[in-house]
C-alpha cells in the first residue's frame, strides 16, 4: 500500500504559537492523482490541505504549483493559512529555504493563476487577489438563517459579496453573543441560494484589532475556520473602498485582525498590509507534527 507523508502545520498563530488554523501540507513529484489528494485531504480532516509541487526554475523565485482540498473532497482555489503553511514548509526544509520569496501557482475556475510568497521577518505573506467588482448583499436569507436582526448590524459598512464569501459587520457584542452552534443547514441553504461558500462575520475595532471576525463556511463542509487569510485580505480591501480605515493603515501600516477566538480557544492573528493597490495576507507560522497517510 503506498503511503503519503504529511504536515500539519499551525498558521495565523499569536507570537506565543498559540491560536492559529492548522492546515496540511504534502509536498509531491506529480506523481498524486486529484482523486488521492482527496483521499488524503479526508484523512488529514483538517480545513484545507496544500499539494504542493515544484514546477519550475523559471524565474529566480522557483514556482510551486499547489492545489487545495477540504475534507469533504472539495477543491478552493487559493487557501490563505494553507499557502501559509506551504510557505512554512518551503522556507525552512525545501529546495528554497535560503530563500525570502517563491511563486505559487494556483488553480481557479479552471485556469493557473499566480502569486508571489515572502518571508519578512519571522511572517509569512502573500499578494492576495483582487477582484475587479464586488457586489451588493441582501442580508435577509444569511441573517435570518443566523438569528440575526436589523438591530445587529453595523449601519457603517455595506453588506457585500465578493468572489465567493459575503462579508457583514455586527456590532461588537451582537458577533460576540452568537453562538458556536448555529443552524448549519439553514445557512448553507442560504449560502446555496446566493452561491457563496462561507459568509465572514465581523466587528470593527477602534484601532488594534482593525477587527474581531468569525469566518461560517459550511458550503464547503467547514462550520466555522480559526484563520481565513484570503477572506481577511478581501476584508481589508472592502474597508478600503467604503473609507473605514485611516490614512495610515491606507498608506501600508501593517493591520492585524483577529479571528476564532472562543471560551476555549485565543484569537488568531492576521496581517494585512497594503502596498499601493496590492493587498497582502500574513502571519506566523509553526510546524504541529508530521504523519503518514495510506491510500
Known amino acids: 500500500m503506498e503511503r503519503v507523508k504529511a504536515e500539519i ?30 483521499v488524503v485531504a479526508r484523512k488529514l480532516d483538517v480545513s484545507e490541505t496544500a499539494f504542493v509541487e515544484h514546477v519550475s526554475n523559471r524565474t529566480k523565485l522557483g514556482c510551486y504549483q499547489v492545489l487545495f482540498y477540504t475534507p469533504d473532497g472539495s477543491q478552493v482555489s487559493l487557501c ?44 509569512i505573506f502573500y499578494q492576495q487577489e483582487i477582484p475587479s467588482h464586488t457586489e451588493y448583499l441582501s442580508w435577509g436569507g444569511i441573517c435570518d438563517s443566523l438569528g440575526l436582526t436589523y438591530e445587529d448590524f453595523d449601519e457603517r459598512f455595506d453588506p457585500t459579496k465578493i468572489l465567493t464569501d459575503a462579508l457583514i459587520a455586527l456590532e461588537k457584542d451582537s458577533l460576540e453573543r452568537l453562538p458556536a452552534e448555529y443552524p448549519v443547514k439553514d445557512l448553507r441553504r442560504a449560502l446555496d441560494d446566493e452561491q457563496l461558500q462561507g459568509v465572514h462575520l465581523f466587528a470593527l475595532g477602534k484601532g488594534d484589532p482593525v477587527a474581531q ?10 462550520n466555522e475556520e480559526a484563520a481565513t487569510g484570503s477572506v481577511t485580505g478581501l476584508l481589508a480591501h472592502v474597508l478600503r473602498n467604503q473609507s473605514l480605515l485611516t490614512r495610515d493603515q491606507l498608506q501600508g501600516a501593517l493591520m492585524r485582525f483577529e479571528q476564532g477566538e472562543t471560551e476555549h480557544t485565543p484569537a ?25 497517510i495510506d491510500l
Open 9 to 38: 502545520w499551525q498558521s495565523f498563530v499569536r507570537e506565543d504559537g498559540l491560536g492559529g488554523n492548522p492546515a496540511g501540507v504534502v509536498i509531491h513529484n506529480g506523481s498524486l492523482t486529484r482523486e488521492q489528494m482527496q
Open 80 to 123: 490563505g493559512h494553507a499557502t501559509i503553511a506551504a510557505g512554512g514548509r518551503i522556507f525552512t526544509s525545501g529546495d528554497f529555504a535560503n530563500q525570502r520569496k517563491f511563486s505559487e501557482r494556483y488553480e481557479r475556475s479552471g485556469r493557473w493563476c499566480e502569486t508571489e510568497v515572502r518571508m519578512e521577518n519571522d511572517m
Open 213 to 222: 471576525c468569525r469566518n461560517l463556511a459550511p458550503a464547503v463542509g467547514i
Open 268 to 292: 488568531s492573528n492576521l496581517f494585512v498590509r497594503f502596498k499601493g493597490e496590492e493587498v497582502w495576507v500574513g502571519g506566523r507560522v509553526r510546524k504541529v507534527r508530521e504523519q503518514k
